[in-house]
């Protein structure tokens, strides 16, 4: 059982270039959750699912976006990266309002 | 919205004492409070939570108590081993799309042998 898979692990993307983070559960959760984690500091929420096809911002959504076509899969798009988004980037899913699973996070550098 | 702050940002224990890490939050809707521990270079697990319609709750050395009037929950770690040594998180939420959580800054807990 993976649980929730993140790809890549690690990334340096130049200023002004775009990628996809991907995220993938395997255990049929219904929510889904993007944060990231800056230095020193707790996790922002950053976008969530309900489930497919629904997505709704969470509290850091600017230069970001997000789709979730199937229950498995919930991409993180940057359009357009910037250094304020270095940050290590963590996808989580869950069952309803239980326990929140943490996929291994995505390091990501921009310069 | 809401907001957690948590104290102290970092604690260094003897092996074998208590650790004690305590969190506010303003939001008296919420009615979840997980506490996630995360080790160097590794994802957030969950180690422990409680609801609000209960005052304490414990598992081995780790327990939870949560004071709903005065919307702090605190974490107690009993008899510290060196491989408690790790960043601890509180987060509260109000179970409402899921489990959409807002985390305290963390507290770094050393323990030394």
């Known amino acids: 059982n993976a649980g929730v898979t993140q790809t890549p692990k690690f990334r340096i993307l130049k200023i002004g270039q775009s990628m996809t983070l991907q995220c993938t559960q395997d255990?049929?959760?219904?929510?889904m959750y993007w944060y990231r984690q800056d230095p020193g500091m707790g996790l922002k929420l950053i976008y969530y699912?309900?489930?497919?096809?629904?997505?709704d911002k969470g509290e850091v959504p600017n230069g970001y976006n997000v789709s979730r076509s199937t229950t498995e899969d919930f991409p993180l798009r940057l359009e357009l990266a910037a250094p304020s988004q270095t940050s290590v980037y963590f996808c989580a899913s869950s069952y309803s309002s239980t326990e929140a699973f943490f996929g291994q996070g995505t390091r990501l550098t921009v310069v | 919205g809401e907001n957690v702050e948590q104290h102290p940002s970092t604690l260094s224990v003897q092996e074998g004492d208590s650790a004690v890490i305590k969190c506010t939050y303003s939001d008296s809707a919420s009615n979840y409070f997980p506490w996630y521990k995360q080790e160097l270079g590794k994802r957030p697990q969950l180690i422990i939570d409680?609801?609000?319609?209960?005052g304490e709750k414990k598992d081995q050395r780790i327990a939870v108590t949560l004071n709903k009037t005065a919307k702090h929950f605190s974490l107690h770690i009993t008899e510290t081993q060196p491989e408690d040594s790790a960043v601890y998180f509180c987060a509260a939420s109000r179970g409402e799309y899921g489990n959409k959580l807002v985390f305290g800054a963390g507290t770094i807990l050393r323990v030394k042998s």
């Open positions: 699912s309900v489930g497919a096809g629904i997505t």
């Open positions: 255990m049929n959760h219904n929510y």
């Open positions: 409680i609801r609000s319609n209960v």
